[in-house]
Structures are given as structure tokens and as C-alpha cells.
């Protein structure tokens, strides 16, 4: 059994390790420092919007954080919009109009949102309300048995007298 002192040790080893494994992923996830606006207002910008477009690829990943294709391209166009000097607000209506709701990373509170999140307490408010109305019915239907018979009472007799 290894002491606290060299578990310890190894958590920070493996969280070392992850980290350096991590790291490159996480900062490099602009391919290509060309992609990159030459303001800095205006990167910070586009990498403000791109952080909450989701990348269609991956699918949970932002379009700044993916180094799909698909997300580069996005990033770009969202970079082009940016240069424009169209406002943040219009370069994400853009993109919805394009590829739906679903491109936000948080997407806005709808009727269809609101229906997809209920819809598992209501299922299992729906499940406990079964069982509750199952239950209260069995409990009023018990079924007393008959009486035993005098056949019935002597070959029960008969059974138990060893």
C-alpha cells in the first residue's frame, strides 16, 4: 500500500503530465497565425464570438478551441465579418441564419429548450404517478381467500401430521 506522501507524488506527476500533453491543444488551436486579425481589439473580438459558436465537427467543442476544417473556415469567416465592422450580434445572427441554432454553444431559452429540458422531470413526475395510482389500486383489490373446503381442511391435515 503506498503511503499518502507518494500518492500525493504521483497526482502531481499525472497532472504534470496531462497538462504538458494539454497545453499545445489549447493554444494552438488557431492553425495558421495568418488566420489571425492584425488588431489585437478586434482578434480579441472574433475570438470572443468564435467561443461561443460550436465547431459542426466536433460538436462540443468551440470553432476557436477546433482544429477541424470545417472550424477554420468559420473562424475565418467570422474574422472577415469582424474586419467588416459588422457588430458581434450580427455575425452570430449570420451564422444562425446559415446553420440553425444549433452552431450556438448556448443556445437561447425557447420553447423547444424548455420542452427539451423538461421532458425528463416530467417523464419521471409521469413514471412516479403510475406507480403511485398502480400501487393505491392493488392495495384496494386484495382478494380475502375463500374458506377452505372440509376436503381441502382433511388433506391439509393429513399433509401435516408429520
Not at 60 to 65: G, V
Amino acid at each position: 500500500m503506498l503511503s499518502a506522501l507518494k500518492r500525493r507524488l504521483i497526482t502531481v506527476v499525472f497532472a504534470a503530465v496531462i497538462v504538458v500533453i494539454a497545453t499545445p491543444a489549447l493554444v494552438l488551436a488557431v492553425d495558421d497565425p495568418s488566420e489571425m486579425l492584425p488588431d489585437p481589439k478586434l482578434e480579441a473580438r472574433a475570438e470572443h464570438i468564435g467561443s461561443q459558436l460550436r465547431c459542426l465537427v466536433c460538436q462540443n467543442e468551440s470553432i476557436e478551441d477546433s482544429s477541424a476544417g470545417l472550424a477554420r473556415d468559420l473562424r475565418r469567416v467570422v474574422r472577415e465579418h469582424v474586419a467588416q465592422g459588422q457588430s458581434d450580434g450580427q455575425i452570430i445572427e449570420w451564422m444562425v441564419s446559415r446553420y440553425g441554432n444549433f452552431i450556438r454553444l448556448a443556445p437561447p431559452l425557447t420553447l423547444a429548450t424548455l420542452l427539451l429540458w423538461g421532458m425528463a422531470p416530467l417523464a419521471l413526475l409521469c413514471g412516479f404517478v403510475i406507480a403511485f395510482v398502480v400501487r393505491s389500486r392493488r392495495v384496494k383489490i386484495q382478494v380475502t381467500p375463500s374458506p377452505l373446503t372440509e376436503e381441502e381442511k382433511a388433506r391439509l391435515a393429513e399433509l401435516t401430521k408429520d
